[in-house]
């Protein structure tokens, strides 16, 4: 069975601060081949631009948003996907925490398929991720296209700060009933606390967390590979 839409392959990555084996990484990256990159972790201080086009530049992508003005959420593309708009936002600050917050970009792909990207990562404290769950599930439904949203949610599936996030959206691995892989540690597998939704306009054809040599020594994290397809605005 075919299904009508524009093809989108997306992956989601908390990248662990480049800390870990950086040229596994770019191969992970380059052998996804992805449209867009949702990364967590990413340069987020000193010289963060010239970082940030560097880890896009060598995962053969270019930077879209975030960085900096998203506390390290970074959101990067193919040559294939055209920008229209970008945003940011930084989560409110408890003091002697660390500063979280989301990116936010408008694209285009195939000439007629419009979407929104966003990426996050809540907090590691049980208190403040609430708050920020909500004002994350405030910019996605605030959205004018269909919603594309990764995030290392710190919770899984079942909890209260996934409930608010998921609602009106589909679940990625749900949807491609793989629901049962994990994606961190990779040191330990148990905890599926990676999240990938999408607008419920938007088929999802395949959903893989891709445990590797490769992936185990790129991050902490295993990266989240989905192939999606668009609905176009004819």
């Not at 930077?63 to 920008?83: D, F, I």
């Not at 694209?107 to 049980?126: E, I, N, Q, W």
């Not at 994606?183 to 959903?207: G, K, L, W």
Request: charged fraction near 25%.
């Amino acid at each position: 069975m075919t299904h009508p839409g524009v093809s989108l392959r997306v992956l989601s990555y908390n990248v662990h601060g480049q800390r870990d084996d950086t040229a596994a990484l770019a191969e992970v990256v380059r052998g996804a081949s992805p449209d867009v990159m949702i990364v967590q972790e990413g340069p987020r201080r000193f010289r963060w631009r010239t970082k940030s086009a560097a880890l896009a530049a060598s995962f053969g992508l270019v930077v879209a948003a975030g960085g900096l003005p998203s506390l390290g959420n970074l959101l990067l593309t193919s040559l294939r996907v055209r920008v229209t708009g970008t945003r940011c936002r930084r989560f409110p600050l408890t003091p002697g925490r660390h500063l979280r917050g989301a990116a936010y970009a408008d694209c285009v792909v195939g000439g007629a398929a419009r979407f929104t990207v966003a990426g996050s990562h809540l907090s590691t404290d049980p208190a403040e991720r609430p708050c920020q769950a909500e004002l994350f599930k405030r910019d996605l439904e605030a959205a004018a296209h269909p919603v594309i949203a990764a995030a290392d949610l710190n919770e899984e599936p079942g909890t209260p700060v996934w409930a608010v996030v998921a609602r009106g959206l589909t679940d990625a691995a749900v949807a491609a009933d793989r629901a049962d892989r994990f994606t961190y540690s990779c040191a330990d597998p148990r905890r599926r606390i990676d999240a990938f939704f999408v607008d419920p306009r938007i088929t999802v054809v395949d959903y893989d967390v891709l445990d590797t040599p490769l992936t185990r020594r790129a991050s902490d994290h295993f990266p989240v590979l989905v192939d999606l397809l668009l609905p176009t605005d004819g």
